[in-house]
């Protein structure tokens, strides 16, 4: 994970937090495609899908909070 101030990573977990409906401590392929509604990305539902996959490099389907963390900080 990347070296973040204690007030970013707290601003990042409140975002992965808000993304991360079902409270279940990851963000799946639909969380992750209103996460991209909501920053407004301009981009296909195949851009998005390729987006998770690399995001979600323990390919385990879903993204954690240390893979949001780095893919936010990227």
Same mark, same amino acid.
């Given at each position: 994970?990347?070296?973040?101030?204690?007030?970013?990573?707290? #601003?990042?977990?409140?975002? &992965? +937090?808000?993304? @991360? !409906?079902? =409270? $279940?401590?990851? *963000? %799946?392929?639909? /969380?992750?495609?209103?996460?991209?509604?909501?920053?407004?990305?301009?981009?296909?539902?195949? #851009?998005?899908?390729?987006? &998770? +996959?690399?995001? @979600? !490099?323990? =390919? $385990?389907?879903? *993204? %954690?909070?240390? /893979?949001?963390?780095?893919?936010?900080?990227?």
């Amino acid at each position: 994970m990347p070296q973040l101030s204690e007030d970013s990573l707290a #601003e990042i977990r409140e975002f &992965f +937090d808000d993304s @991360d !409906t079902d =409270n $279940n401590n990851s *963000i %799946d392929r639909e /969380e992750f495609g209103k996460l991209l509604e909501a920053l407004n990305a301009d981009i296909s539902k195949e #851009e998005a899908d390729i987006g &998770f +996959d690399i995001i @979600d !490099t323990d =390919n $385990n389907r879903s *993204i %954690d909070f240390d /893979e949001f963390v780095a893919w936010w900080a990227e």
